[in-house]
């Protein structure tokens, strides 16, 4: 069975760091991404990693993605986060090598989702 395993979150303050991480047991993709979704919006792209990273606008230079190949794991280290951040972050994969930047935005091009986990921003 194929499961999306997430750790992390939290509340933290605006300027702090944190990192979330998902591990993929069952199955190791090609790409994982990780999306998150305020209250009252819809679930947006925040970044992934095939070949190389890419990053919404909204966290680039702030954010980055890493992935451990071994332990089936990708990570997301949050810095220099603010209010506007303050979601629920959900990591996602897919087995296909070939998506693009412009893919990366349609959550239905991931095939599997993980649990979810709250990361609250305070001003």
């Known amino acids: 069975q194929v499961r999306l395993v997430q750790f992390g979150g939290g509340l933290v303050q605006a300027g702090d760091s944190l990192r979330l991480s998902c591990t993929s047991y069952?199955?190791?993709?090609?790409?994982m991404a990780w999306f998150r979704q305020s209250l009252g919006k819809e679930r947006e792209f925040v970044a992934a990693?095939?070949?190389?990273?890419f990053f919404a606008d909204s966290v680039a230079g702030r954010f980055t993605i890493s992935r451990d190949l071994i332990k089936n794991t990708v990570y997301l280290q949050m810095n220099r986060l603010k209010p506007e951040d303050t979601a629920f972050y959900y990591c996602?994969?897919?087995?296909?090598?070939?998506?693009?930047?412009?893919?990366?935005?349609?959550?239905?091009?991931?095939?599997?989702w993980g649990q979810g986990t709250q990361v609250t921003v305070s001003s």
């Open positions: 996602a994969a897919d087995p296909r090598s070939s998506l693009t930047s412009t893919d990366y935005l349609d959550t239905s091009n991931f095939l599997y």
């Open positions: 069952g199955q190791s993709f090609s790409t």
């Open positions: 990693i095939s070949l190389r990273p």
